[in-house]
């Protein structure tokens, strides 16, 4: 389907790489910040994990979210692209003491802690620097998320966050220790959600769990209910930008806030999916038993999610009006689940056309990797195309 990209630039670039729409990436963030503006103390924070490159940081952080980050490095590309460490929470089951200590460094907003003996290292390393490091409780709220089971996180046997059983006991940990402040509780229930009743699920079991800790006259400063917001794979150009308003009333009618409560949430894959594309070129049609194969220079090296999840792209051919035929397209490396499609109809494939795998921007570019010696995508994002 021609049109939609700038094909005749992408002519000069080699292949593949991403292609970041800064127009959607612009009206996704305007909406995000117009939506979250109509309730009173709803601060977003945008997951570094889905997207972080330096580009794409850059402008959003010009939108003033703050960063979710899970690891010293997207702590660090966070304080590159700008992001004020007093909008930086960290999340992860496994912080290292390096990691636990440039965070402390920084002095970042917020630990989210999600064991005991992760509490006592934090403890430890900023009683060695005289800091008071905050801190936040992940706690597994086992809630399931109607998504795919690999990136469900909010059930009990997940290896995310601390039981609800064992919350008393590390808030009365915390606040023994004289060196981290405990300022909040932190959940994540999964990704790519977009039934609003698991959010509603959310917020029903925020609520126990605040009831029981007003009954010990404890009322926490912030409450961080994570990200998980989907995209529509289906049709990207249907609904570019995803219904933030409608996730953010469910959150406004569903948990009961009490006036002086902050409301945090981790947005990745609604902020970028859309805005992204890889852009691949066909090597060989190639003649099957029963099907022919749009071989292309992608694969799953690039782009992982089909093979990780069998997870849906859109595929188009955006060098072709040619009538649609049916391949099988396939990348070029060694691995039989390195296949984006299967009997995707296509306006007819040759050798140089130009193929978009579309809804990439999130956890696309990221989880790229070197497998078979391949050098890593470029991601260019239209600004720079002019
Ligand atoms: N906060 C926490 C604690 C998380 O674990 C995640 C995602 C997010 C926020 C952001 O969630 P989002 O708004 O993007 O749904 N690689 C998988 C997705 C893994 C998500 C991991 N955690 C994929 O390609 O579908």
């Not at 496994?94 to 003996?117: M, Q």
């Not at 403890?123 to 809630?143: M, Q, S, T």
């Not at 955006?318 to 499609?341: A, L, M, N, Q, W």
Request: aromatic fraction near 10%.
């Amino acid at each position: 389907m021609k049109g939609t990209f700038p094909t005749d630039k992408f002519q000069r670039l080699k292949t593949p790489f991403y292609y970041y729409d800064a127009t959607l990436l612009r009206n996704t963030l305007d909406v995000i910040k117009a939506e979250a503006a109509k309730y009173n103390k709803f601060c977003v924070h945008y997951a570094i994990k889905a997207n972080a490159n330096p580009k794409i940081l850059s402008i959003i952080r010009e939108s003033g979210l703050g960063a979710d980050c899970v690891s010293g490095g997207e702590i660090k590309a966070a304080i590159k692209a700008g992001f004020p460490a007093s909008k930086i929470v960290y999340a992860g089951v496994g912080k290292t003491d390096w990691e636990i200590n440039l965070g402390l460094d920084y002095d970042i907003f917020c630990f989210n802690v999600e064991s005991l003996p992760e509490l006592e290292v934090i403890n430890e390393l900023a009683a060695a620097k005289g800091k008071i490091a905050r801190i936040a409780f992940r706690i597994n709220p086992d809630v399931g998320a109607h998504t795919h089971a690999n990136i469900t996180t909010g059930l009990a046997e997940n290896k995310f966050g601390i039981s609800m059983k064992d919350m008393d006991k590390v808030i009365d940990q915390a606040l023994a220790m004289n060196n981290v402040k405990f300022v909040g509780l932190h959940f994540h229930i999964g990704s790519q959600i977009l039934d609003m009743g698991d959010f509603i699920a959310l917020c029903n079991r925020v609520n126990d769990l605040q009831e029981k800790l007003f009954a010990r006259q404890i009322i926490v400063e912030h409450i961080n209910v994570g990200g998980g917001l989907g995209i529509d794979y289906a049709h990207p150009n249907r609904q570019p930008v995803p219904n933030f308003a409608e996730y953010f009333a469910t959150y406004h009618k569903h948990l009961r806030l009490r006036p002086q409560q902050t409301l945090h949430f981790e947005l990745g894959r609604s902020v970028v999916g859309q805005c992204g594309s890889l852009i691949t070129r066909v090597i060989y049609v190639k003649q099957g038993t029963n099907k022919q194969f749009a071989i292309v220079d992608g694969g799953m090296t690039d782009l992982i999610r089909p093979a990780l999840y069998q997870a849906y792209h859109k595929i188009e051919n955006i060098t072709s009006d040619e009538s649609p035929e049916t391949y099988d397209v396939v990348g070029p490396i060694c691995e039989s689940s390195d296949v984006f499609g299967k009997a995707i109809d296509l306006n007819k494939v040759r050798r140089g056309d130009l193929i978009a795998l579309r809804s990439a921007g999130a956890y696309g570019e990221i989880m790229a990797s070197g497998y078979n010696c391949r050098e890593l995508p470029e991601g260019y994002i239209s600004d720079e195309l002019v």
